[in-house]
């Protein structure tokens, strides 16, 4: 699915319309961001990779944090895995970031099973912009909502 696709989906199932398209953009990089984070504690492949780390490898520029949190045989300095015995750690999953839009024709980084939370997060963030109303308890209700949501429907 493409941004633009994204956009028509938006404004069809949430009557939210801005005036510039481009004015999304920023708001669907927030929605990824978002998603991202409550995908990532549920372990879902979404947001997670598997690797073996080698002593001294690279971190990932996607790379969030180790899934569990701890648990590897593995820190991390100067941009590098330094693992605690200089061998390799095989299997090391970790949280990963999804990469960010910047114009219509991109795509968007979630399969099509996430776009219905990907267009109730840019309504949401849309329409919380345009009422400037104290959002704060209705945001931690809102994210508790979309998070049981996506719970429920990869149970099925």
Do not use: W
Not at 65 to 72: D, K
Request: proline content about 6%; some cysteine; overall charge negative.
């Amino acid at each position: 699915m493409t941004v633009n696709e994204l956009i028509t989906t938006i404004n069809l199932d949430t009557n939210e319309i801005l005036d510039d398209e481009a004015e999304y953009i920023p708001y669907i990089n927030t929605a990824i961001d978002t998603l991202s984070m409550i995908l990532a504690p549920m372990h879902d492949p979404e947001v997670t990779a598997c690797r073996d780390v080698a002593n001294n490898d690279a971190i990932p520029t996607n790379f969030l944090q180790f899934m569990p949190v701890s648990g590897y045989p593995i820190t991390m300095k100067n941009g590098t895995f330094q693992t605690y015995d200089e061998r390799t750690v095989p299997d090391v999953y970790y949280a990963i970031k999804k990469p960010h839009i910047a114009s219509m024709d991109d795509a968007v980084p979630f399969s099509e099973m996430y776009t219905f939370a990907l267009v109730q997060i840019v309504s949401y963030l849309v329409k919380k912009k345009s009422l400037m109303i104290d959002f704060a308890n209705a945001d931690n209700a809102f994210i508790q909502q979309l998070t049981e949501a996506v719970r429920g429907a990869r149970a099925r």
